[in-house]
C-alpha cells in the first residue's frame, strides 16, 4: 500500500508497506497503514500498558509499604518470572485452540482480578495472589500478540509489525511512571498505588470492548500437537537464540526489581524523579526503534541483537556507578538502548514458528526462557544483603556472557 503520509520520513519508510492493500487495512490512503488485527491488538496493549505504567514500577516500593522485607521483595520478583514460565504455553495453547480474540478476553478478564486483589491488599502477602492473576495479561496474551503479527504479516514485514507494536505499547510508559510517582509523591507510596489501581481498571474495561473487534483466520488442523512435538519444530537457530537470551534474562531479572530500591533507597532520588526517570529510558526506547527498524532491513538483525544484549549488560553496572541524578539520566538511556534489537529478536522467534504452532512455539519459547530464568530475583537479593552494589555488577557480568554465546553461535543467515 503506497502513499502513506507520516510526520517524518523516517517513520513514512517504517510504516509503509506493512501490508499489501486489503479490506483489513486501515487508515487507506491515510498515516499509517497498518493491518487491522495489529492495529487492535496494540492498541489493547497500549490501554492496559497507560494503566499499569502508573503503578508497576512502584510496586517493589508498594510491597515495602505493606511491610515486605529485601527478601520478600525478591521472592516477589522470582514469582513474577515463575508465573511469567508457567503462563506462556497455556497463553499460545489457548490461542491456537480458541482464537486470537477470545484468548485476549480471557486474559484481560483474569488481569483485572488482579488488580482488584491489589487495590483491596492490607498485607503483602496477598499481593502474591494478585500476580497470579495480573501475569495472565502480561504472560498469557504474550503468544497471542506474537501469533498476530505473524498471522497478518509477510515474514519481510514483521519486524517492522513489531517495531509499531513496540512504539505503542512504550508511549505509555513515558508519561504514566511519571505521573504515578507525582500520585505517589503527594498522597503516599499506598494510596498513590491505588489510585493507579482504579484507571488500569477502567482501562481494562476498554480493552475488553477492543478485543471484540480481533478477527483473525487460524489453521486448526493440529492443535492436539503435544510440548514434545513443538519442542522438536525448534530450528537449531531458535534453540542458540533461546540459549543466549535465558542468560541475558537472568541479568535483567538479578537486577531489575531492585533498581527502584537502589535509585531511591542508596542514591537518594526520590520516587518523582525516578517516574522522570523511566520516562527518559521508553523516550529513548521508542527513538531507536524506527531508525533501528531501518538499519536492520540494510545490515541484517544479528548486529542489532548483539547491540540489545551489549545494553542490557551495562544498564546495571551504569546505575550502580551513578552517583548523580545526571548520571542515572545517562545510565537509563543504556536501559533504553536495550530495545535496539527487540523488534529484530521478536521477529526470529515468529519468523522460525511453524504456521499453525505459531502462538505454541512462543509459548513455549518464553515457557523454557521464564522458567530458567526464575531465580534471578532471589539471587539478586542474596547478593542484595552482601552489598547492594554486587547485585549490579555480577548482572553485568552475566550480561556479557549472554552477549558473546550470542554472537559466537547464531549466524547472520539465521538471524536474517
Known amino acids: 500500500m503506497r502513499g502513506a503520509v507520516c510526520t517524518s520520513n523516517a517513520l513514512n519508510k517504517c510504516f509503509v508497506d506493512i501490508v499489501p492493500t486489503s479490506k483489513n487495512t486501515i487508515f487507506e490512503g491515510g498515516t499509517l497503514g497498518l493491518e487491522r488485527n495489529v492495529l487492535t491488538a496494540s492498541a489493547i496493549v497500549f490501554l492496559l ?10 510496586l517493589p516500593k508498594y510491597l515495602e509499604a505493606l511491610g515486605a522485607s529485601v527478601n520478600s521483595i525478591g521472592w516477589f520478583g522470582t514469582a513474577n518470572d515463575f508465573l511469567d514460565a508457567i503462563y506462556q504455553y497455556p497463553g499460545g495453547w489457548i490461542a491456537d485452540r480458541f482464537g486470537r480474540r477470545r484468548a485476549f478476553v480471557l486474559f484481560i478478564g483474569l488481569a483485572a482480578i488482579g488488580y482488584f486483589i491489589y487495590l483491596f491488599s492490607f498485607c503483602w502477602p496477598l499481593l502474591f495472589l494478585g500476580l497470579a492473576f495480573t501475569m495472565a495479561w502480561q504472560s498469557m496474551a504474550s503468544p497471542a500478540i506474537f501469533a498476530i503479527i505473524g498471522d497478518a504479516l509477510p515474514k519481510e514485514k514483521r519486524a517492522r509489525g513489531f517495531t ?26 499506598q494510596s498513590g498505588v491505588r489510585v493507579g489501581l482504579v484507571t488500569t481498571l477502567f482501562f481494562a474495561a476498554l480493552a475488553l470492548l477492543l478485543a471484540r473487534a480481533i478477527n483473525v483466520a487460524i489453521n486448526t488442523s493440529a492443535t492436539t500437537s503435544n510440548v514434545q512435538s513443538v519442542w522438536r519444530s525448534f530450528q537449531a537457530s531458535l534453540r542458540r537464540l533461546l540459549v543466549s ?19 531511591t533507597n542508596i542514591t537518594g532520588i526520590n520516587l518523582a524523579q525516578y517516574g522522570a526517570l523511566v520516562a527518559v529510558q521508553v523516550t529513548t526506547s ?3 526503534y524506527v531508525p533501528a527498524a531501518q538499519l536492520a532491513d540494510r545490515i541484517g538483525r544479528k548486529p542489532l541483537v548483539v547491540a540489545t544484549f551489549i ?12 552517583s548523580s541524578l545526571s548520571m542515572l539520566v545517562f545510565a537509563f538511556i543504556i536501559g533504553g ?71 559466537a553461535t547464531v549466524t547472520e543467515r539465521y538471524a536474517g
Open 311 to 322: 545494553c542490557f549488560a551495562l544498564f546495571p553496572i551504569a546505575v550502580v556507578m551513578a
Open 164 to 189: 509499531v507494536q513496540a512504539i505503542l505499547k512504550r508511549v505509555p510508559v513515558i508519561v504514566a511512571p511519571l505521573l504515578g510517582g507525582i500520585f505517589i509523591a503527594k498522597l503516599g507510596v
Open 337 to 407: 538502548l536495550r530495545e535496539i534489537g527487540e523488534p529484530a529478536r521478536k521477529a526470529m522467534i515468529v519468523d522460525s514458528a511453524a504456521p499453525h504452532l505459531r502462538g505454541r512455539t512462543v509459548g513455549l519459547y518464553y515457557f523454557m526462557r521464564s522458567l530458567a530464568v526464575t531465580p534471578a530475583a532471589v539471587l539478586g537479593g542474596w547478593l542484595w544483603l552482601t552489598a547492594p552494589a554486587v547485585t549490579f555488577v555480577v548482572a553485568g557480568l552475566i550480561g556479557f556472557i549472554g552477549t558473546i554465546v550470542f554472537a
Open 245 to 263: 537470551d535465558i542468560i541475558i534474562r537472568t541479568c535483567e531479572g538479578m537486577a531489575g526489581v531492585f533498581i527502584v530500591l537502589y535509585v
Open 286 to 288: 521508542i527513538l531507536v
Open 49 to 58: 500498558g497507560l494503566g499499569e505504567e502508573l503503578w508497576k514500577k512502584f
